[in-house]
């Protein structure tokens, strides 16, 4: 039985792989700087958010942390991979928690996401600046994390509703 299930979503989860590297490199032909470095539309996190929704959070997970690390070294360095990586996972870790409290809409989760992807990221840069001046620019990354959540909400919530009789 598990041996089917496995032969069915490895193909799957490798298109959604695909998807996102796609996705990504999209978005990096999109100029999107307001001044802030780091900010972005974020495309790929509706694939997340969207995944959230359809296969196992370890699926989803494994989805957005390969896309994180094959994205880094194709259109980045290794330090967008460790930025990427700190914001995704705790983005990932807060949007799998209210997901599965089933008390908040999609848009909501996903302005919680884009909002703990900056919070993640600035960690990091603190970090490795060894500076808590950079935390100057968190309300800046705070709302537009909640902008790009929302946009990001909005066209997730209209594909789940699209693609989910197609996986029932």
Known sequence: MKQQYMIKRVPLLGVFITLALILS???SLIPFYFGIPG???GLCNALVVILLYMVPPAEALLVNLLRIILSGFMFGNA???IY?????CLSFL??????????FAIITISIAGGVAHNIGQLIVAALVMTSINIFWYAPVLVLSGAITGAIIGIISTEILIRIRPLFR
């Not at 990427?84 to 995704?88: C, D, E, I, N, P």
């Not at 807060?94 to 008390?103: A, G, N, P, T, V």
């Open 94 to 103: 807060i949007m799998y928690i209210l997901c599965r409290m089933d008390k």
């Open 84 to 88: 990427s990586l700190a914001g995704g």
């Open 79 to 81: 330090f967008s991979i």
């Open 39 to 41: 900010m972005k539309l």
């Open 25 to 27: 490199y999209i978005e």
